[in-house]
């Protein structure tokens, strides 16, 4: 596919700079100044000065990182959905080393507010122009912002000052071009593309003082620019709308329940959707561990319910008089639906596993429904809840569906019950959480010999951290539950007897291949001997495995921006972090917004699972711009498998709940 961003450049310079007196005619912009670390705005005195249209910057902030800015930006906000900014750098800054300074575009003014920025890296390895583009929010300095972001060097601009820079928007796009003379431009960045969904930004100069962060530098801009352009497809924010269904209500039932010998009461939760009967609850989600609820008030915001300390290690709202007792919650996060369609309710707790049992007896009476402590459950749990959730499965083998085991070792990796074994457990952690990757290679040689149906997945450039976990999780879950749950259960005439899945009809995911951005998956019936009885991992079917390959992707350079599903970054205490579940409508047409690689022999397939979509129409030559047909009712993994002239990748999985046409 030929590269169509150096054609739209050339045009918008042929069309911008035909008159240079008339481009630089304007009035320059009113822009404010924040220090990007403190996200307040500052005395423009100390950090902005603006005399007959120069702008000087002055920071002291350190050097930018992967996943944050330190430094100041003079920005103003904008709503309009095409435009165009240019600036050119007056004088480069003096007395401090590896200083960055060009201008941006951010989502917010928080320091790790996603956006691209076109900017002089003065890093001594570099000491050129660079472009910078933030696609997501890190949870943290060190939990993911090692694998936020693309970067890329124009080493062919060495200038310091003297220089013209200007992004134009396009929405959703992105397009840069440079200059040395203000007369002859050249397109930045045409190996990518670059796009952000929200409309709103802010656009403007940064300047990055780098070194120690003790010494202050500054840096002018003179003939800046901002103005309002006109595209003839007028693309908005609007045509990636997602579906947004009535936010479902849930009931609450919790139990104080003891553990026999031991003195110290355990709490335990079950969450039920308010119109969804009793007898169509086909299997519970055994959340180990759980301490709270994420909920979305009257307003529509997300938010946890409130918490004091309470026995039991479960915390509980502080509007709820007794521990003991039923409740109906404020509206519930949208994404609940996905429950309430696959008929599953939720169960949680604080309390040690041992304690379960006598738990769902006490739910069981408490709501009345008789059978309730013999419903299936899947489980899952992070942390030491991961390790209840793998006690769990010691603990009720005929109960256990699956076992989510996360951010933790391969615990109870070595116990020796043959009805454990025959589980399917799915072990989950961050890739630079302390050996537990390393660990996880080293115990699934013994544990494939022995004929476990366990899978690993790593989460790259992760910590102690959730990250994307239930991007893997859910999919895993709901295709186990099916697979597993006779159609004709009935818990309130007996135990439910779970189906044994067959070794030999599942799938292995090759685990050192994870090192890779298309890490290997492969039906038992072609696997060596070694992918058998090797480093590899267990899935019950393709779907699973093919899942498991996007999960686990190292770094693709392909990314996702509608529809997404980012379950639990907003959870960090990074506003604008993530907590995205966007939904769609069955039957009804959707548009793909993504960001990748460009070049002429560049193929872009879409996939929702196994099938491959059709796409019905590609934007502006853009292969990352695309209309798909409507999907059936149901959760869909959605994923793009990129081709290029060096090699194929995945992308990272987002699982979309598609609702019901009615």
Not at 16 to 28: I, N
Not at 346 to 371: D, I, Q, S
Request: charged share 25%; aromatic share 12%; proline share 8%.
């Amino acid at each position: 596919m030929k590269n169509y961003k150096s054609l739209v450049c050339t045009i918008t310079v042929l069309h911008l700079f035909a008159g240079l007196s008339a481009v630089w005619g304007g009035e320059p912009p009113e822009l404010s100044a924040h220090r990007l670390h403190r996200a307040q705005p500052d005395d423009p005195g100390e950090i902005l000065r603006v005399s007959e249209g120069t702008f000087t910057l002055t920071a002291d902030g350190r050097e930018s990182f992967m996943g944050e800015d330190d430094g100041v930006f003079a920005s103003l906000r904008t709503d309009a959905p095409n435009w165009r900014f240019t600036a050119r750098v007056a004088s480069a800054p003096e007395g401090s080393p590896n200083p960055k300074y060009g201008i941006a575009v951010r989502e917010g003014l928080q320091n790790w507010s996603r956006g691209l920025h076109m900017r002089y890296d003065g890093y001594e390895n570099n000491r050129c122009l660079q472009w910078f583009y933030r696609y997501q929010v890190g949870h943290g300095t060190h939990h993911g912002t090692r694998r936020v972001y693309f970067s890329g060097l124009d080493r062919e601009m060495k200038q310091t000052e003297g220089f013209w820079l200007r992004i134009e928007r396009r929405y959703p796009e992105f397009f840069m071009c440079r200059s040395s003379d203000g007369e002859t431009w050249i397109p930045v960045g045409t190996e990518r593309s670059f796009s952000l969904l929200p409309q709103s930004l802010h656009v403007g100069l940064i300047l990055t003082a780098g070194g120690d962060g003790r010494r202050e530098v500054s840096v002018s801009f003179d003939q800046v620019r901002f103005e309002e352009i006109q595209v003839e497809d007028g693309f908005t924010e609007e045509m990636y709308a997602p579906y947004e269904p009535p936010a479902p209500r849930w009931e609450w039932w919790v139990a104080h329940t003891p553990i026999e010998a031991e003195g110290d009461p355990q709490n335990f939760f079950i969450m039920k959707p308010v119109d969804v009967e009793w007898k169509d609850i086909r299997a519970f989600l055994y959340s180990a561990g759980s301490k709270e609820v994420v909920i979305q008030n009257e307003e529509g915001v997300l938010e946890n319910l409130r918490f004091e300390n309470g026995p039991g290690n479960l915390r509980k709202p502080v509007d709820m008089p007794e521990w003991d007792g039923h409740w109906v919650l404020p509206p519930m996060d949208p994404i609940y639906h996905q429950y309430a369609q696959h008929g599953l309710a939720r169960v949680g707790g604080a309390g040690h596993p041992r304690a379960l049992g006598n738990a769902l007896k006490a739910l069981e009476e408490m709501t009345g429904h008789e059978g309730l402590s013999r419903i299936p459950f899947a489980v899952s749990g992070m942390s030491f809840a991961g390790g209840y959730t793998a006690t769990t499965a010691r603990l009720y083998p005929e109960q256990t569906i699956a076992a989510g085991v996360t951010h933790i070792g391969p615990a109870g990796w070595e116990t020796d019950d043959p009805r454990v074994h025959k589980i399917p457990h799915l072990y989950i952690s961050g890739s630079h959480d302390t050996t537990h990757r390393t660990d996880f290679l080293r115990v699934s040689q013994p544990v494939r010999e022995q004929g476990h149906l366990w899978g690993f997945a790593t989460l790259w450039w992760y910590y102690h951290i959730m990250g994307h976990t239930q991007s893997m999780v859910l999919p895993y879950f709901y295709r186990i539950i099916d697979l597993r749950l006779p159609e004709d259960a009935d818990p309130v005439v007996g135990p439910v007897p779970l189906r044994e899945l067959n070794e030999e009809d599942g799938w292995l995911a090759v685990l050192p291949t994870w090192e890779s951005n298309h890490p290997r998956v492969v039906a038992w019936d072609e696997a060596t001997r070694e992918e058998r009885r090797g480093q590899s991992g267990w899935f019950p079917d393709e779907f699973t495995a093919r899942v498991w390959s996007a999960t686990v992707s190292n770094w693709p350079n392909t990314v996702i921006h509608f529809p997404r599903f980012d379950p639990n970054d907003g959870w960090s205490g990074r506003p604008g972090g993530g907590h995205i579940h966007h939904q769609l409508r069955a039957g009804e047409p959707f548009r793909i917004l993504a960001s990748g690689p460009l070049g002429e022999d560049l193929k872009v397939t879409w996939y929702a699972g196994l099938e491959p979509l059709e796409v019905q129409r590609v934007f502006r030559d853009n292969p990352y711009l695309v209309e798909i047909g409507g999907l059936p009712a149901g959760l869909h993994v959605l994923h793009a498998i990129t081709e290029t002239g060096e090699g194929t990748e995945i992308s990272r999985p987002h699982p979309i709940l598609v609702h019901p046409a009615e």
